[in-house]
């Protein structure tokens, strides 16, 4: 501990058992979140039933190897130094090795969490032209341009956590990264997932009313309609899974928003005061970490075809490969005239970089 006149007051026993608490949850979450998303990147390469050959996979492809990378990489780097911390029973940074990959860790989650917001928010825009304009989907969205999001999403947000060493103020820094990225890209997150959902439900309403016009058409189309009511089933599917990761990614980063605001603006006379908010940020940047270990488990309990295909590939059906058997659900009231987009991906802000 510091040993000025403030330090000797404050009392470090809530923020430095938050650091434990967090760092034994992390333990928990790093394996579950890399074997998750291990199979999810495995199945998806394999792809038995070709059901993600689609330019929105690449969105989950990026997406997965972000939280894979979170899970290998970056919480193993804050578990470290959370409970050299708590060990050393000390508020200073930790000594090194730990303060390098501590800090590696920061960069790595910052990076790829940040950008792992844009990707979410391709995937809802994606979806929402998909069920809103169905003719000009594989015009606007081309593999091409998934992949360019992705690049281009990388290479921004590692120019800017760059900046830090050529000069410009850490202070400043942290404000923009706060208003610029973590609170308007949330925003805009918020305002796409409610217009997919308008969408969504006015397209949902107006396929009822065409499947019971023609329903009696339907069933004497036979096998090709049988294809049709597939693919309405898939295409409802991965937006309800779009959804809920939208939704999961919101209600999560909003405590690191709402902490961090007051972190950077609440006025903090003692280190008593500035250790508590502290021991909240790590509380709010833990939910992110939460929010990375549940989209593959989304993606199992959301999408049949990911199901099945991760049994093909396990072994556990490897003589059923009829992508037909598990699609057809008496949930099918919709019908979508869109290609098939499969699965899902993930995502998150941490800003341990930042943080002292």
């Known amino acids: ?33 890399v074997i998750s998303n291990a199979l999810l990147l495995f199945t998806i390469f394999k792809d038995p039933l070709k059901c993600f050959r689609t330019s929105p996979t690449y969105f989950i492809v990026a997406l997965a190897l972000v939280d894979l990378i979170t899970g290998i990489f970056i919480e193993p780097f804050f578990i470290m130094a959370r409970l050299v911390r ?30 792992s917001f844009l990707l979410v928010l391709g995937l ?57 990225h973590s609170t308007l890209i949330t925003v805009l997150l918020i305002s796409s997932s409610l217009l997919l959902l308008v969408s969504f439900h006015k397209f949902a309403e107006t396929s009822r009313r065409i499947t019971t016009q023609n329903s009696e058409t339907r069933y004497a189309r036979g096998g090709h309609e ?14 309800i899974v779009t959804l809920i990761l939208s939704g999961i990614l919101i209600v999560c980063s909003l405590p690191h928003i709402v902490f961090v605001h007051l972190r950077l603006y609440m006025k903090q006379e003692t280190l008593q005061e500035r250790l508590d908010l502290f021991a909240f940020v790590i509380i709010g940047d833990e939910m992110m970490f939460v929010k990375v270990a549940l989209d593959a488990f989304i993606y199992a309990w959301r999408l049949a075809k990911y199901r099945r295909s991760l049994k093909i590939v396990l072994g556990c059906n490897a003589n059923q490969v009829n992508p037909d058997a598990t699609e057809i659900r008496t949930m099918d009231n919709f019908t979508f005239q869109q290609p098939k987009s499969e699965s899902t991906s993930t995502t998150i802000v941490q800003n341990e970089t930042f943080r002292r």
């Open 86 to 115: 708590y060990i050393t029973w000390s508020t200073r940074r930790v000594s090194e090795p730990y303060k390098t990959l501590s800090s590696l860790g920061g960069m790595f989650s910052y990076v790829g969490l940040n950008a």
């Open 226 to 239: 049988s294809k049709n009511r597939r693919n309405r089933i898939s295409q409802r599917q991965f937006t």
């Open 1 to 33: 501990m510091n040993n000025n006149t403030n330090s000797s007051r404050a009392d470090p026993t809530f923020y430095l058992t938050t650091e434990l608490a967090t760092g034994i949850v992390l333990t928990i979450l790093s394996p579950v979140t």
């Open 124 to 180: 809802i825009v994606s979806q929402f032209i998909a069920i809103t304009y169905p003719h000009r989907y594989r015009v606007i969205v081309t593999t091409r341009r998934v992949l360019a999001c992705v690049i281009l999403s990388c290479v921004y947000f590692t120019g800017f956590i760059l900046l830090q060493y050529v000069g410009v103020p850490l202070a400043t820094l942290n404000k923009v990264d706060l208003h610029l």
